[in-house]
């Protein structure tokens, strides 16, 4: 099983955006040392203050700079704010930073009404599924400069390096965006922190309408993989005390207070317990939106995941309001799963 990182770059208690991009370079630079594939960053608007992973190009572009050879993508790029074009030339500039290592991750998301109309965003698409393709199958055709002779975007060039163009990944937690991506013939990630008990039949889905690709940048075969909310500790129970940082911020947002970040102390008192360690087997029916464990047990939860799924690349996202807490999780995980140190 291979093993990947999501970084939301939070803003820690009392610091600043600074604070949190420096946190993200530290934690992209340990997932390197560690042997993990992939880091990629992720893209939250309107709450700057406590999420600071609002432009992704940009962070990756210091990460490009700050890494040799771990790839690096976004997590996603929300093509619903953006022309396909000009993120086909975000991501042909990082590939000229980052030669063959770059990951094009592309979804869509809507904000609060303010965001939306701060972005630009419309909100009144009469298909947004169909949108949504066209505009995925648009930005790949820019990025491999596959649109024939005589069409009218057949001449526009975007920057570039001359190694492997970057991969286009569909990303998505809903079994709609799973059929988008097979139709599609690109590579799905499932995003298992947001809806844990769809994640069996998205890939069902996926793979029941996988068609092999026409589009330059796709795959012959199915190409999976599934994103968890998961941390690891020295034992379960001191594993599921940093899980409830996540479980009292899903239940925050449930109230509208979105991109908080309690401390464990906190999260346990919102919580009124120490919750109870993650089960060593689920059930596909049970499955948390957040899970934890000793590297032992949470090798044993996310190889569960994977078979479930049919995927083998599990990418980890977490909620963890300490950055020494989240770089320990990581090295901890990466031993217990056995990844190969670079």
């Known amino acids: 099983m291979d093993l990947s990182i999501v970084d939301l770059s939070p803003v820690p208690d009392g610091g600043t955006a600074t604070d949190a991009y420096a946190n993200t370079i530290d934690a992209a630079q340990q997932a390197e040392r560690l042997g993990y594939s992939r880091f990629w960053v992720a893209e939250h ?14 962070l990756l572009g210091t990460l490009a700079a700050e890494t040799d050879s771990i790839r690096l993508g976004s997590g996603a790029v ?3 704010n953006y022309s396909p074009f000009k993120v086909a030339e975000l991501f042909g500039s990082l590939d000229g930073l980052a030669p063959g290592r770059i990951d094009a991750g592309l979804g869509r998301a809507n904000g609060s009404p303010a965001v939306d109309r701060a972005l630009g965003t ?20 820019h990025l491999y400069d596959s649109y024939p ?3 009218a975007y057949s001449d526009l060039e ?7 163009t970057p991969a286009p990944w569909v990303l998505g937690s809903s079994p709609s965006s799973a059929a988008l991506a097979g139709e599609l013939g690109l590579r799905y990630c499932f995003a298992a922190f947001i809806r844990p008990n769809l994640a ?3 890939f069902e889905k996926y793979r029941d309408h996988f068609e092999s690709s026409q589009l330059a940048g796709g795959v012959d075969e199915p190409q999976g993989m599934v994103a968890v909310n998961a941390v ?7 594993a599921a005390r940093l899980r409830a940082v996540a479980e009292a911020s899903f239940k925050r947002m449930e109230r509208g207070v ?13 919580l009124g317990a120490v919750p109870e360690p993650t089960p060593a087997t689920l059930d596909a029916g049970e499955w948390p939106r957040a899970i934890s464990g000793s590297p032992d047990t949470l090798n044993g939860l996310l190889e569960q995941l994977s078979d479930r799924v049919g995927v083998d690349e599990v990418m980890i996202q977490h909620v963890v309001g300490d950055h020494a807490d989240a770089l320990r999780s990581h090295e901890l995980l990466a031993d217990g799963v056995g990844l190969t140190p670079r």
């Open 232 to 238: 690891c500790a020295e034992t379960d129970e001191k």
């Open 258 to 270: 979105i991109g908080t970040t309690p401390s464990v102390e906190e999260a346990i008192d919102e």
């Open 158 to 164: 975007i920057p570039r390096s001359d190694a492997e």
């Open 78 to 80: 929300l093509l619903n």
């Open 122 to 141: 419309d909100r009144r698409v009469r298909n947004p599924d169909e949108d949504h393709a066209e505009k995925i199958e648009a930005v790949v055709s």
């Open 45 to 58: 608007h309107g709450m700057g203050n406590k999420l600071a992973g609002t432009t992704p190009e940009v």
């Open 149 to 151: 002779d005589g069409h």
């Open 200 to 202: 069996t039949r998205s």
